[in-house]
């Protein structure tokens, strides 16, 4: 199994709350893969948990690294677009 990364930013004004917190766990849910989010050079968190999620404190206009663990590149970046969506805010 490989990893897709992608970056994605946060554009939320309140930046990474309870709503994209469970929107993004529900996508991970559903995809049945890994997903793990972190800032580039900290430790990242499993996309599976809305607390574990908020609890890396993300502000808005942060860019954050996404990785999926999947051979299918297309469905990564899909996934990873759709992350990028649920931070608009």
């Known amino acids: 199994m490989s990893l897709i990364k992608g970056v ?3 554009l939320d004004p309140i ?3 309870a709503r ?10 559903e995809s049945g893969l890994e997903i793990e989010i972190g ?4 430790e990242f ?5 809305a607390l574990r999620l908020m609890s890396l404190q993300i502000k808005p206009n942060e860019k954050l690294t996404v990785t999926v ?4 590149s297309t ?7 759709q992350i990028q969506e649920f ?3």
């Open 8 to 10: 994605v930013e946060v």
């Open 69 to 72: 663990a999947t051979d299918d």
């Open 75 to 81: 469905l990564g970046q899909s996934l990873i677009a």
């Open 87 to 89: 931070l608009k805010g």
């Open 45 to 49: 968190a499993k996309a599976n948990s």
């Open 15 to 17: 930046g990474l709350h």
């Open 20 to 29: 994209p917190a469970s929107q993004i766990v529900k996508l991970v849910k």
């Open 39 to 42: 800032r580039e050079g900290e």
